[in-house]
């Protein structure tokens, strides 16, 4: 698709010389490792996808309506809970993610809940979907959810990807933690309130982040045997402006008090697996947002 980007990193040609050119191996090697993790962890419970209960969080749940008898294509799906849980509620779906591990439970679990005739799941990297996904496209909507973008370098790259996949008059829908509130450091305590975050990056300060022996972010925060992971804090201007460069229209943005992670050891439990400020609501924890490809 982008024919400036170098085959062995997945990077464009203008890349910054100093940026990893292993970010990819690293991140799915993470990724590989926290599908074991999060088959076990009560924030991925799979019991009311098998009971045909299955709901998304109540902030998706919420805004996407009604998806049955729509094409959907879930970029960056994990094992896929999401992506059957809207094929559970009528769409057909087709999840696609770089981690085998990943993919590979996702078929299983299709094969398991009866499924895999409205939910098929593609091994392959998120900068080369328009290819991989070209025998479904084009797609009535691109589902984008929680912790998904901000392990990818090229947003501008990405947003031509939704693009591509797109239908005329189909819409994209994202959402995402906040990047005003990650800011703040998600474990470090301190600062003139008990229990605060401390503070983590300045918000136009924002760019790669490396952390090494990572941990991952469910319950009881396991220790990953990775030896390393990259990520990219995008600022909120960065996503917008990346989606109109795509040609995509904004159709609203929406603000959240809740967030469906414990971004912050203070915060507390929410309805619907959530989680919120525990007194005043000092900032967003998520955004969501709908843009259209034009007709």
């Known amino acids: 698709m982008d024919n400036d980007r170098v085959p062995e990193t997945g990077l464009p040609e203008d890349w910054p010389e100093d940026w990893p050119e292993d970010w990819r191996i690293a991140n799915r090697a993470t990724w590989d490792e ?96 328009p290819t991989a996904l070209a025998d479904g496209a084009p797609f009535d909507r691109v589902f984008v959810t929680w912790g998904a973008i901000g392990w990818l370098p090229d947003l501008a790259g990405w947003a031509r990807v939704v693009a591509a996949l797109l239908a005329p008059g189909g819409a994209l829908y994202l959402a995402e933690g906040h990047p005003f509130a990650l800011v ?33 972010y469910t319950g009881d925060f396991p220790a990953l045997s990775a030896g390393h992971e990259y990520w990219w804090d995008h600022q909120l201007g960065d996503i917008l402006t990346a989606l109109a460069g795509a040609g995509l229209r904004l159709d609203w943005l929406h603000e959240h008090d809740t967030v469906p992670w414990p971004m912050y050891s203070m915060l507390t439990p929410a309805p619907g697996g959530m989680y919120r400020w525990p007194d005043k609501r000092w900032l967003p924890l998520a955004f969501s947002l709908s843009a259209t490809k034009p007709a």
Request: charged letters at 30%; proline letters at 4%; a negative charge.
């Open 34 to 129: 926290r599908v074991g993790i999060h088959l076990e962890a009560a924030a991925y419970d799979l019991t009311p996808l098998r009971e045909g209960r299955a709901v998304l969080h109540p902030i998706e749940e919420g805004e996407i309506g009604d998806v049955a008898g729509l094409k959907i294509a879930h970029l960056q799906c994990h094992f896929g809970r999401d992506s059957l849980t809207l094929a559970q509620k009528g769409a057909q779906v087709v999840g696609l993610d770089f981690s085998g591990a990943a993919i590979a439970t996702a078929r299983r679990l299709a094969d398991e809940l009866g499924l895999a005739e409205r939910a098929r799941f593609v091994e392959a990297d998120l900068y080369d979907a």
């Open 184 to 216: 703040f450091d998600t474990e470090e305590a301190g600062g003139d309130v008990e229990g605060r975050p401390n503070w983590y990056v300045p918000y136009l300060d924002y760019g790669l982040m490396k952390e090494d022996a990572p941990s991952d």
